[in-house]
């Protein structure tokens, strides 16, 4: 089995400042990792995903999440922050291998606010 | 462009109705879900098909019903013994056993119990 938790549901932040969402797993096997976004009423996009090699992944609107194995975490960052960054995102694994280790497994996610 | 089609965006419904959600996807994946979501819920997997005409229950399949006569299409029906159906409804695909794509989301339907 696996699971996602992201550590905050909730960040406030103001614009132009630094943020970091928090994402921890487990798994008992070798896993991908995503990050997606969501903003109001819309569905789910697809923001990064780490699937071998670097384990620093970056998106093309300037987040970046870094993988780390030994203290199972995937965190997402951005060094600057936009009004239009305001969303919901949401960590996700799935295994590698084997079964239903295959599905998606999503934290409840972080609502991001970017105050002026 | 290839995606996944949801309608309608926002459907009304009666209590003791049923009522049917549309999802359909040109993607030529083999898997799809459903997923409802309500605030600070996250995402809660309610059925999921890996091949056309088979599907299986999720964590609240409870008051929901599914087929999968075609590839493309994936109907998710919210009969009246879904006690709480209000909540915004989301459907995905997935090329099988290839978790390393992710899923595809649509834009998800919201239903309101009038």
């Known amino acids: 089995a696996q699971s996602v938790t992201q550590l905050d549901s909730q960040v406030p932040v103001f614009e132009e400042a630094p943020v970091e969402l928090r994402c921890n797993y487990s798994?008992?096997?070798?896993?991908?990792l995503f990050w997606y976004v969501q903003y109001p009423n819309q569905g789910l996009q697809l923001l990064l995903k780490y699937l071998s090699g670097s384990t620093l992944v970056e998106s093309i609107n300037g987040f970046e999440a870094e993988f780390n194995k030994s203290q199972t975490s995937f965190h997402l960052r951005k060094p600057s922050v936009h009004i239009s960054d305001t969303a919901e995102y949401f960590c996700?694994?799935?295994?590698?291998?084997?079964?239903?280790?295959?599905?998606?497994?999503f934290g409840k996610g972080t609502l991001l606010t970017v105050n002026p | 462009d290839g995606g996944i089609t949801q309608s309608p965006k926002y459907l009304f419904r009666k209590e003791g109705q049923n009522v049917t959600l549309s999802c359909e996807q040109n993607?030529?994946?083999?898997?799809m879900y459903w997923y409802r979501q309500d605030p600070g819920q996250g995402l809660r997997l309610i059925y999921y098909s890996q091949i056309v005409n088979d599907f299986q229950k999720g964590d609240i399949a409870e008051g929901y019903s599914v087929s999968r006569e075609k590839k493309e299409s994936f109907p998710l029906t919210v009969t009246s013994a879904q006690k709480n159906p209000t909540a915004f409804y989301l459907c995905?695909?997935?090329?099988?056993?290839?978790?390393?794509?992710?899923?595809?989301f649509g834009s998800g339907t919201r239903l309101t119990v009038v």
């Open positions: 798994s008992s096997v070798s896993v991908y």
């Open positions: 995905a695909s997935s090329i099988q056993y290839r978790p390393n794509y992710g899923y595809t």
């Open positions: 993607l030529n994946h083999d898997a």
């Open positions: 996700a694994v799935s295994g590698k291998s084997g079964g239903s280790n295959y599905k998606l497994t």
